[in-house]
């Protein structure tokens, strides 16, 4: 069994910085890609940013403000500077096995709030 277990959110002001940590407990495979996503209420899951053995993806809203990082294994970092209001949201950490049905992982999320 893989778990995801992310921690570090909370609640920041406007401009202010915040880092987010994800661990795997359990079995420790290693995932082709690790990303965080986000999701605030009313409003779908997105994609937040992304990284392979090959390349890191960003998304618009949050390029140049954010960094994504990992240590060999499965530890995902998520960096966030500059932090505005529509950044408050949960944060999830995902992790790709394999392409395809049953190689999805998430973790349970982690609360990040953002005051003006």
């Known amino acids: 069994q893989v778990q995801l277990v992310e921690s570090g959110g909370g609640l920041a002001q406007a401009g202010g910085s915040m880092k987010l940590s994800c661990t795997t407990s359990?079995?420790?495979?290693?995932?082709?890609?690790m990303a965080w996503y986000r999701q605030a209420s009313d409003l779908g899951r997105e994609m937040v940013a992304k990284?392979?053995?090959?390349?890191t993806q960003y998304a618009d809203s949050v390029l140049g403000r954010f960094r994504v990082s990992r240590e060999p294994g499965n530890t995902l970092y998520l960096e966030m500077n500059n932090l505005q209001p529509e950044d408050s949201a949960t944060y999830y950490c995902y992790g790709q096995l394999w392409p395809g049905a049953g190689g999805d992982y998430w973790g349970q999320g982690t609360q990040v709030a953002v005051s003006s």
């Open positions: 990284i392979t053995d090959v390349y």
């Open positions: 359990g079995l420790q495979p290693t995932f082709i890609s």
